[in-house]
């Protein structure tokens, strides 16, 4: 006989057994816990792995793999949704929990959810239609004995949300217990979970935003009421977390290794369609002949054609399909705008809308970790009643899934957390005009919560990388069983190779890519997918919290709401009380120049950690991140910000512009890694070479390109190591190496270098890890009239390259059959590595790829445009600055070795010695503290320059070493001795000694702009940096890694340093101090306390070959 819902609550136990369940990331289970499961072979999904574990139960609860829970016989069934647990388990016990729920339809691979039908998506007509129906499930649970000294008294109010930090997790009675401190007032409280949430995962230390309701005198999240929001100040889009209802292993695979999905015709059109379908609604321009003028325009922008071009799209075609849409939009306007409706079907929405309130509306909503933009929101009117409603456009079919339903719920729950009226959503389908109203209920606002929180598991995860570094696996979800999806999947590639390490013997047999997924990675040998999956490792590491936020230089995403403007300036990432001067709107896109201000305009704006180009947040006092965007400019009372709106209509009187770490970069890093991944022949090279190391071949003779070189009237001006090392480059077939020790003269090598490979018929491909030195080369070519394309943004090009500049050059080509042409007969294209992401660079190969400072380039950010070329040139100076890597532990792993160092040895490289820039003692200092004697100077006039200052007056007798132009004073080390200072990044007596340097060097005639100041630390560099704007701006004050490629006939060099730490990386890099020493032409003046700077074995090791060491009196 079966037992009633009823008769399940009067058997339950006083206490219950943690669950113990199979997951792909488990942990061994204690020997006293056994649980058995059981898997049903013929579900459409994987089975687990065969490890299993029990948590402690202080310990966070688990998110297990896919089993199938069974019904147990004595079991009432009940439709359950829980998207924290993957799966369905069966547990062998007696009793079961009473409180499973009804739930809604918002996950897949939930604990007690079978899927009884998955429809793949429909990749040929709309990338967001799929749907999906869920089948019923049970749970059981047994005994295990619990403490019950957790009873505090109640301090936090969670009525409302509130963000906390988990101090204790235990469980018991069928409930686990959280303890929460408060982050905002630091008091102390528990919560009891309770039904559903039992199967959620925490960790002490998370920090979670709760809502809860009191209960018998206890705060309470339970199946109908409160919810949890695990890790919070993650924000995760509403697209990511609906889209992993089909397959969340490809959600967490499409975050890490973005841009390997490119965009189809189908996505393009859609997205197209939406820019058409928004900009007609907020011109309230309805008829034909004016919709049609947004085509044209549209038709007509330089986006449009470069759009088609990365799409392999027909001009004709596209245009087409844009105008066929035109009809739908009115019918759209004619049944649902006020004043212009006709009879609605039944079955769609009946009410109507009254105004357009918003466009792309952004959000970010920390209380539930989400973030999106609306496609639109209106106000509308049904029934009498007027309210703010989301609009979730859609352009495919009419499916109705729940991907798209959910994407609406989280709008809607999202705008309601704002402070907006709104209790339910729109789904529009225009192709169809079918308008659904989408309404909120508990159940599937917690259930999204839940599915949002299992997603941040693996995404968080993902970022605590951990040792063995080289055994790395990225942690994610069981992989589904479903042929046509996995087989036409963009990530079955990336999928199987972490599949190889996990191993293919766990799939179960009749998983599709227990066959799909060897032959996806034939190819690959398994030290290839180490390499990727190392490198996978180090990017997230780099992309970590700890690593973007290193030393204030951008702000966590947390700061908007944990802490206020004031606090934010104060950390230098916050411009704070600015008003709208004026905005534009850029007339060759959809973009708003919204130039600001002070709001008190005899306030100065700070913009010490600013500069143009950085990614910026902008934020007003009652609500974060209303838009991002860019600086396009910066003065000393404004700064223009591009963004995708226009400021002024928001009705708020002051903003707050924060800086963020743009994620373009990373996601651009991973895209170029995964490339090793590829059956291509381009990537079977790369990984030749690369990863396993084969030597490179060469012409076995280059006595035919001797002859040529040395008579050619573009070497005439090189010397013979110069001309060496264009000889084999020329000889090579695969790769070679150029080592340039300081002023050797690589740009003028390289640019001959060019030269002749165009003479020869070859195309080239030039970049550089920074704007400065792809444009260096292009304008000693644009000087001997050489013709090329710069890619790249034209406010990151030096100005007398603009009309070389894509946006120049490309914008009278109107179809993409031109832009292809001119793409294709161009034979030198300029752009930085981080620019390779170009749809020219792959849809070109060229003969060769010349990277200049390629000892600056991670190894990812290069691979793209090796990946580009037949073969390729790295050239650089290992002694000299190596990639810039924050996170310390990727950095102690290795991630800091460039690729020309992992390739680098005798038979492949060539040496350039003879330097043009330091005079004798300078480069004998350089040779003593690096280049063991290499360093050669190109001639006695080189050799034996020395300053040339105007007699001048000193008072100090150390002061007559700064101005003496006696050859054997250009290197002095001056002594400021004990230094008393609460700080050790910044030093007011060294700023003090270099002012007066400054004043003498000056007065004896020198030009400021001749001048160079380098210091370790941004804090002393900005401190510098106002005291010589007082005085002449023309002086360059900035860090070491500005001015590697530069040199100043002077460079001061300010230690800092006035205590002694245990662990100072930038002060024990030799390399960066080869780079500062090396700056100088003719007179290097180092300042510090040569007592504490002793301690550092790199300035010990400088200080012992120098022998002008003066003792300063006291400042």
């Known amino acids: 006989m079966k037992r009633t819902h009823s008769d399940v609550q009067k058997s339950q136990p006083d206490s219950f057994k943690q669950l113990k369940i199979t997951s792909l990331f488990s942990r061994v289970p204690p020997e006293s816990s056994k649980t058995i499961i059981e898997y049903n072979k013929n579900r459409p999904c994987m089975t687990p792995n065969s490890k299993s574990f029990s948590s402690p139960v202080s310990s966070p609860d688990v998110i297990p793999s896919s089993p199938v829970l069974k019904k147990n016989k004595a079991t009432k069934s009940r439709k359950c949704l829980n998207p924290v647990l993957t799966e369905d388990i069966k547990l062998k016990d007696k009793r079961t929990i009473?409180?499973?729920?009804?739930?809604?339809?918002?996950?897949?691979?939930?604990?007690?959810?079978?899927?009884?039908?998955?429809?793949?998506?429909?990749?040929?007509?709309?990338?967001?239609?799929?749907?999906?129906?869920?089948?019923?499930?049970?749970?059981?649970?047994?005994?295990?004995?619990?403490?019950?000294?957790?009873?505090?008294?109640?301090?936090?109010?969670?009525?409302?949300?509130?963000?906390?930090?988990?101090?204790?997790?235990?469980?018991?009675?069928?409930?686990?217990?959280?303890?929460?401190?408060?982050?905002?007032?630091?008091?102390?409280?528990?919560?009891?979970?309770?039904?559903?949430?039992?199967?959620?995962?925490?960790?002490?230390?998370?920090?979670?935003?709760?809502?809860?309701?009191?209960?018998?005198?206890?705060?309470?999240v339970n199946n109908d009421h409160g919810f949890v929001t695990r890790h919070s100040d993650f924000l995760v889009s509403g697209t990511t977390i609906v889209g992993s209802l089909f397959c969340s292993r490809r959600s967490i695979l499409a975050d890490i290794y973005k841009g390997l999905d490119c965009s189809s015709a189908v996505m393009v059109i859609g997205t197209l369609l939406h820019q058409l379908f928004q900009t007609v609604l907020k011109r309230k321009q309805f008829n034909q002949k004016d919709i049609k003028v947004v085509v044209d325009e549209m038709i007509n922008s330089p986006g449009f054609v470069h759009t088609l071009y990365e799409s392999d799209m027909s001009f004709e075609t596209t245009k087409k399909e844009l105008i066929d849409f035109i009809p739908k939009i009115q019918t759209f306007v004619k049944t649902y705008l006020v004043g212009n409706q006709i009879g609605k079907e039944k079955k769609t929405w009946q009410g109507e809308i009254v105004s357009i309130e918003d466009i792309e509306d952004n959000?970010?909503?920390?209380?539930?970790?989400?973030?999106?933009?609306?496609?639109?929101?209106?106000?509308?009117?049904?029934?009498?009643?007027?309210?703010?409603?989301?609009?979730?456009?859609?352009?495919?079919?009419?499916?109705?899934?729940?991907?798209?339903?959910?994407?609406?719920?989280?709008?809607?729950?999202?705008?309601?957390?704002?402070?907006?009226?709104?209790?339910?959503?729109?789904?529009?389908?225009?192709?169809?005009?079918?308008?659904?109203?989408?309404?909120?209920?508990?159940?599937?606002k917690r259930d999204l919560i839940m599915l949002r929180n299992r997603l941040v598991h693996y995404l968080n995860a993902n970022k605590m990388v951990l040792?063995?570094?080289?055994?790395?696996?990225?942690?994610?979800?069981?992989?589904?069983?479903?042929?046509?999806?996995?087989?036409?999947?963009?990530?079955?590639?990336?999928?199987?190779?972490?599949?190889?390490?996990?191993?293919?013997?766990?799939?179960?047999?009749?998983?599709?890519?227990?066959?799909?997924?060897?032959?996806?990675?034939?190819?690959?040998?398994?030290?290839?997918?180490?390499?990727?999956?190392?490198?996978?490792?180090?990017?997230?590491?780099?992309?970590?919290?700890?690593?973007?936020?290193?030393?204030?230089?951008?702000?966590?995403?947390?700061?908007?709401?944990?802490?206020?403007?004031?606090?934010?300036?104060?950390?230098?990432?916050?411009?704070?009380?600015?008003?709208?001067?004026?905005?534009?709107?850029?007339?060759?896109?959809?973009?708003?120049?919204?130039?600001?201000?002070?709001?008190?305009?005899?306030?100065?704006?700070?913009?010490?950690?600013?500069?143009?180009?950085?990614?910026?947040?902008?934020?007003?006092?009652?609500?974060?991140?209303?838009?991002?965007?860019?600086?396009?400019?910066?003065?000393?009372?404004?700064?223009?910000?591009?963004?995708?709106?226009?400021?002024?209509?928001?009705?708020?009187?002051?903003?707050?512009?924060?800086?963020?770490?743009?994620?373009?970069?990373?996601?651009?890093?991973?895209?170029?890694?995964?490339?090793?991944?590829?059956?291509?022949?381009?990537?079977?090279?790369?990984r030749q070479f690369i990863i396993d190391k084969e030597m490179p071949s060469f012409l076995s003779s280059d006595n035919h390109l001797k002859p040529f070189i040395k008579s050619s009237e573009l070497t005439l001006n090189l010397n013979s190591s110069q001309k060496s090392a264009i000889i084999k480059?020329?000889?090579?077939?695969?790769?070679?190496?150029?080592?340039?020790?300081?002023?050797?003269?690589?740009?003028?090598?390289?640019?001959?270098?060019?030269?002749?490979?165009?003479?020869?018929?070859?195309?080239?491909?030039?970049?550089?890890?920074?704007?400065?030195?792809?444009?260096?080369?292009?304008?000693?070519?644009h000087k001997n009239k050489i013709d090329f394309l710069r890619l790249g943004s034209k406010t990151r090009i030096h100005p007398d390259l603009w009309g070389k500049c894509d946006e120049v050059v490309s914008q009278h080509c109107d179809t993409p059959e031109q832009l292809s042409k001119l793409y294709n007969e161009v034979n030198i294209v300029g752009v930085t590595c981080l620019g390779c992401g170009h749809p020219l660079l792959r849809k070109r190969t060229f003969d060769v790829c010349i990277v200049d400072e390629a000892t600056q380039v991670v190894q990812s950010s290069v691979i793209a445009a090796l990946h580009s070329s037949k073969m390729f040139v790295l050239?650089?100076?290992?002694?000299?600055?190596?990639?810039?890597?924050?996170?310390?532990?990727?950095?102690?792993?290795?991630?800091?070795?460039?690729?020309?160092?992992?390739?680098?040895?005798?038979?492949?490289?060539?040496?350039?010695?003879?330097?043009?820039?330091?005079?004798?003692?300078?480069?004998?200092?350089?040779?003593?503290?690096?280049?063991?004697?290499?360093?050669?100077?190109?001639?006695?006039?080189?050799?034996?320059?020395?300053?040339?200052l105007n007699k001048t007056k000193v008072d100090d007798e150390w002061c007559q070493d700064i101005v003496s132009s006696d050859l054997n004073k250009s290197v002095l080390l001056l002594d400021t001795g004990t230094v008393n200072s609460n700080s050790t990044d910044t030093n007011l007596i060294e700023i003090k000694i270099i002012r007066k340097i400054v004043l003498l060097l000056i007065q004896g005639g020198l030009l400021a702009k001749s001048i160079g100041i380098i210091a370790?630390?941004?804090?002393?560099?900005?401190?510098?940096?106002?005291?010589?704007?007082?005085?002449?701006?023309?002086?360059?004050?900035?860090?070491?890694?500005?001015?590697?490629?530069?040199?100043?006939?002077?460079?001061?060099?300010?230690?800092?340093?006035?205590?002694?730490?245990?662990?100072?990386?930038?002060?024990?890099?030799?390399?960066?101090?080869?780079?500062?020493?090396?700056?100088?032409?003719?007179?290097?003046?180092m300042i510090g306390d040569v007592t504490i700077m002793k301690n550092y074995e790199t300035f010990n090791s400088l200080f012992s070959h120098i022998t002008n060491i003066i003792k300063l009196p006291q400042m």
Not at 105 to 121: A, H, M, R, V, W
Not at 729 to 756: D, E, R, S
Not at 904 to 915: E, G, M, N, Y
Request: proline share 3%; hydrophobic share 35%.
């Open 98 to 220: 009473s409180n499973t729920d009804t739930v809604s339809n918002f996950s897949k691979d939930n604990l007690g959810l079978t899927t009884k039908s998955i429809e793949k998506p429909d990749y040929d007509n709309d990338v967001d239609s799929q749907s999906y129906s869920f089948d019923t499930v049970s749970i059981e649970s047994s005994n295990t004995e619990f403490s019950t000294d957790f009873f505090l008294d109640c301090d936090i109010n969670l009525i409302e949300p509130h963000r906390c930090i988990i101090k204790k997790i235990e469980k018991d009675f069928g409930k686990i217990c959280l303890t929460l401190t408060s982050c905002k007032s630091y008091e102390e409280d528990v919560c009891y979970l309770s039904g559903i949430w039992l199967h959620s995962l925490f960790e002490v230390e998370d920090i979670v935003t709760v809502m809860a309701k009191k209960v018998d005198g206890h705060w309470s």
């Open 467 to 686: 040792d063995p570094i080289d055994d790395y696996i990225p942690v994610l979800p069981e992989p589904i069983n479903h042929h046509s999806a996995c087989s036409k999947c963009p990530y079955l590639t990336a999928c199987s190779a972490v599949l190889s390490k996990e191993g293919f013997e766990k799939l179960d047999h009749h998983n599709p890519l227990k066959r799909l997924g060897p032959q996806a990675i034939s190819h690959l040998k398994p030290e290839h997918i180490n390499y990727v999956m190392q490198w996978t490792a180090f990017l997230l590491l780099e992309n970590s919290i700890e690593s973007t936020t290193r030393d204030n230089l951008c702000a966590k995403s947390s700061d908007l709401w944990t802490l206020s403007f004031v606090e934010r300036e104060k950390r230098g990432n916050c411009i704070s009380l600015l008003k709208i001067k004026s905005v534009v709107k850029e007339p060759r896109n959809r973009y708003y120049l919204n130039t600001m201000e002070k709001s008190n305009k005899s306030d100065k704006i700070k913009f010490i950690n600013f500069s143009v180009n950085n990614y910026v947040v902008i934020s007003t006092r009652h609500r974060n991140a209303v838009a991002t965007g860019f600086i396009s400019a910066i003065t000393e009372t404004s700064i223009d910000v591009l963004l995708d709106r226009d400021l002024s209509k928001l009705g708020s009187n002051e903003f707050h512009i924060d800086k963020y770490e743009s994620q373009s970069i990373v996601a651009f890093n991973f895209s170029s890694l995964a490339l090793l991944l590829e059956p291509s022949e381009n990537s079977a090279q790369l």
């Open 363 to 444: 959000l970010w909503v920390p209380t539930f970790g989400v973030k999106g933009k609306v496609d639109i929101t209106v106000q509308a009117n049904y029934g009498g009643t007027s309210k703010i409603m989301p609009i979730e456009l859609k352009t495919g079919r009419a499916s109705g899934s729940e991907e798209h339903r959910g994407q609406v719920l989280l709008y809607t729950i999202m705008m309601k957390e704002l402070g907006m009226d709104v209790d339910s959503g729109l789904l529009l389908y225009l192709r169809e005009n079918v308008l659904t109203e989408v309404k909120v209920s508990h159940r599937e």
């Open 875 to 948: 050239i650089g100076d290992p002694q000299q600055l190596p990639p810039l890597i924050k996170n310390t532990k990727a950095k102690e792993l290795g991630m800091d070795i460039s690729m020309f160092e992992r390739l680098d040895r005798p038979s492949v490289t060539a040496i350039l010695h003879v330097q043009y820039r330091m005079n004798g003692p300078i480069a004998e200092l350089a040779n003593k503290y690096t280049y063991n004697g290499s360093l050669q100077c190109a001639n006695n006039t080189v050799k034996h320059a020395t300053l040339k």
């Open 1016 to 1085: 370790p630390y941004r804090a002393q560099v900005t401190l510098l940096k106002n005291e010589m704007d007082s005085m002449y701006s023309d002086i360059e004050v900035s860090t070491v890694d500005q001015y590697q490629g530069r040199d100043k006939e002077v460079i001061i060099y300010s230690c800092t340093r006035n205590t002694i730490a245990k662990d100072v990386g930038i002060l024990n890099d030799k390399r960066r101090i080869t780079v500062a020493i090396t700056r100088a032409k003719h007179k290097l003046i």
């Open 729 to 781: 480059t020329l000889a090579a077939n695969n790769y070679v190496l150029i080592k340039g020790m300081p002023g050797t003269g690589k740009t003028a090598t390289v640019a001959a270098l060019i030269q002749i490979l165009v003479l020869m018929g070859r195309s080239v491909l030039v970049t550089s890890h920074t704007h400065s030195a792809v444009d260096n080369l292009l304008l000693l070519l």
